[in-house]
């Protein structure tokens, strides 16, 4: 298994335990937990197969490929973003609060920086 995918479950489990062990915290914020779990599953999945879009790209022999690739996982990603916030308000509009949404974004932000950071990573050229 690739070393993100690892990385990427445990971060997921972490932020799944903060939000488990803080509810009461998040709670007196305004923010929705089960909302906030839904999107943290959302966002981690979306981010495994963003993952993989870039990674199936990189190996691709054509450069075409690869930006192919990066620009289909980039697109998807924001398209299901933008469409779980659209679904979320439309079917909770009396308990959708700023906090929830607020928090989503840094989720996204933070998956968002794992998965361009593990990119930089592999497509670095080694030093010598």
């Not at 690739?69 to 990603?77: A, E, H, M, P």
């Not at 779980?84 to 933070?110: C, D, H, N, P």
Request: net charge positive; with cysteine.
């Amino acid at each position: 298994m690739d070393k993100f995918y690892l990385l990427l479950i445990g971060i997921f489990c972490g932020v799944n335990g903060l939000g488990i062990a803080y509810s009461h915290l998040l709670e007196r914020w305004g923010i929705v937990d089960v909302a906030g779990m839904a999107g943290n599953i959302l966002l981690a999945g979306i981010t495994a197969l963003s993952y993989y879009f870039c990674m199936r790209g990189m190996k691709a022999q054509s450069g075409h490929a690869f930006v192919r690739g990066v620009f289909i996982s980039t697109f998807l990603k924001l398209l299901i973003c933008a469409s779980a916030v659209v679904v979320y308000v439309v079917l909770f509009r009396e308990y959708v609060t700023k906090s929830t949404l607020i928090l989503f974004f840094l989720l996204y932000i933070l998956y968002t920086v794992l998965e361009t950071a593990s990119l930089m990573k592999i497509a670095k050229p080694e030093q010598r």
